[in-house]
């Protein structure tokens, strides 16, 4: 029997956070090695119709669904009394879209036992706090590396922390692959075209089940992996975010030829030598109302934020230019590159400038400039008393770039006390940076094992990722 397995990345978003809800700005997006699995096999024993759906890693976590087909229309309902709103709505606007593309008797044929599908996101997802405490364990990226893969999280998806990666929209956009893939829309080898469907049915069954527009660059991201992210124009979804939309005009509104979606995607990738660490802050902060509150300081202090958001705009900009220009550099002659980054390496970042040459010389700029975007996110952070790059925070980052070798630190996304990020040159660096993460007392820093990678949702087989079988069994 067909088993279908679809896989999607986590994100981080480097620059661009508030400014990429406006379509004038973009935001640097990167690919995390962090995946959501959403693996479909057909059955023999189930009720026609009958779609189960497992995620292991939590408790309560088993929902049933009836899929009926009747004349090219879906008749599709919950059976079980506990209710998981992205999973639901993505199942049935998926499937109405996939009966717009193929004929309802593949559908019916592909339904007429029931499916089974089974959903799990890696370890870095979730913080695992609780696990490693369970088994009276320090909070390591040693520790981390001998929990199983896919471990569960000893929680309910309401009570689960997350560590900020973008798991629903990673989730959503592996199971709406999985199902498109399942049902013969798509091919494995997820072409342009493809994934343009993917992308726009993705955003918007998460918009849908979130209950709002938001600026998409985590679907974005969970498709096409890193890269520059300019969003869509919102109006796009407004005429089908409804529960009983249309079928048709909810097909031909996510089509991949609908040219109304005017998002952006410039591939991405950080440049050789470079390496992204990520760690989880057990602080919490509630992204929705750190952008509530952002967007009215902007309305109330027109003046104000505007100035701050378009300085913002151009020192992001300018990031993401000098390491496009090192990659550029990396290609043109590879040995005075990797000779510069090792020198870079044993010296910290404020002591580059005395390193020779024109890689050195983007490195410093780099470094300049993004040292730039912070103190405007500390600007914003005084200005609308909103909590970007609080203080303890800019604490934690200033020890982190002090370190030889560190390029950068900051608060990806909407910041907060949530995560996060550093990059760095060597392994020597990384050592260096989670020796000060295990010592830091101000706030409870915990390491992440995923690294930036720059493919988006891909098709994969159930021997290629480890652990993945053993959920199933």
């Known amino acids: ?34 995946r959501f699995y959403t693996v479909i096999r057909p059955q023999t024993d189930l009720t026609a119709g009958t779609i189960t759906v497992n995620s292991p890693q939590f408790e309560q976590a088993l929902w049933k669904y ?34 717009e593309r193929v004929n309802h008797s593949l559908v019916e044929q592909k339904l007429s036992h029931g499916i089974d599908i089974t959903i799990v996101g890696d370890n870095d997802f979730y913080s695992q706090r609780a ?3 369970a088994k009276q364990l320090e909070n390591t990226a040693d520790a981390l590396s001998s ?75 969970a498709v096409w992996g890193s890269h520059q992210y300019k969003r869509f124009h919102p109006d796009i979804l407004t005429p089908i975010m409804d529960e009983n939309v249309d079928q048709k005009l909810l097909s031909s509104s996510v089509d991949a030829d609908n040219l109304n979606w005017d998002n ?50 151009q020192f992001n900009l300018l990031v993401e230019q000098h390491f496009r220009e090192l990659s550029r550099l990396y290609t043109k002659d590879n040995t005075a590159y990797n000779q510069t980054i090792e020198l870079c390496s044993q010296l910290k970042s404020s002591d580059w400038a005395q390193v020779q040459g024109k890689v050195a010389e983007e490195m410093v700029k ?39 070798g560190v390029a950068m630190a900051g608060v ?27 010592s830091w007392k101000e706030l409870s820093v915990g390491p992440l094992l995923s690294h930036a990678d720059s493919n988006g949702v891909t098709s994969v087989s159930l021997a290629t990722v480890p652990g993945l079988s053993d959920i199933l069994s």
């Open 1 to 34: 029997m067909m088993t279908t397995i679809a896989s999607a990345p986590g994100k981080v978003l480097l620059t661009g956070g508030y400014l990429v809800l406006e379509q004038e700005f973009s935001g640097l997006v990167v690919g995390t090695s962090a």
């Open 66 to 99: 009836k899929a009926i087909v009747t004349q090219d229309k879906l008749d599709f309902d919950s059976i079980t009394e506990s209710r998981n709103k992205f999973v639901e709505t993505c199942l049935k606007y998926t499937l109405q879209v996939i009966l």
């Open 131 to 133: 696990q490693l405490e």
């Open 147 to 221: 929990l199983d893969p896919f471990c569960k999280t000893h929680a309910t998806l309401s009570t689960v922390h997350k560590t900020g990666l973008g798991s629903s929209a990673a989730l959503t956009t592996s199971l709406v692959a999985a199902l498109l893939l399942h049902f013969e829309v798509v091919s494995k080898e997820f072409k342009d075209k493809e994934k343009k469907l993917i992308h726009n049915v993705a955003q918007f069954v998460h918009c849908l089940a979130q209950g709002k527009v938001g600026s998409g660059f985590d679907v974005s991201s």
């Open 264 to 313: 952006q995607v410039v591939p991405f990738q950080l440049p050789p030598g470079f390496d992204l660490m990520l760690a989880d802050i057990d602080a919490g902060s509630h992204t929705p109302t750190l952008v509530g509150k952002v967007l009215n300081w902007k309305k109330t202090k027109p003046e104000e934020s505007n100035l701050v958001w378009n300085q913002l705009g």
């Open 366 to 404: 780099l470094v300049n400039d993004f040292n730039m975007v912070r103190s405007l996110l500390q600007k914003m952070t005084e200005l609308s008393q909103v909590p970007v790059e609080p203080q303890e925070q800019t604490r934690l980052l200033n020890a982190c770039t002090d370190i030889a």
């Open 412 to 438: 990806p996304g909407a910041g907060g006390y949530d995560a996060i990020f550093c990059i760095v040159l060597s392994n020597h660096s990384k050592q260096l940076v989670r020796k000060v993460w295990e």
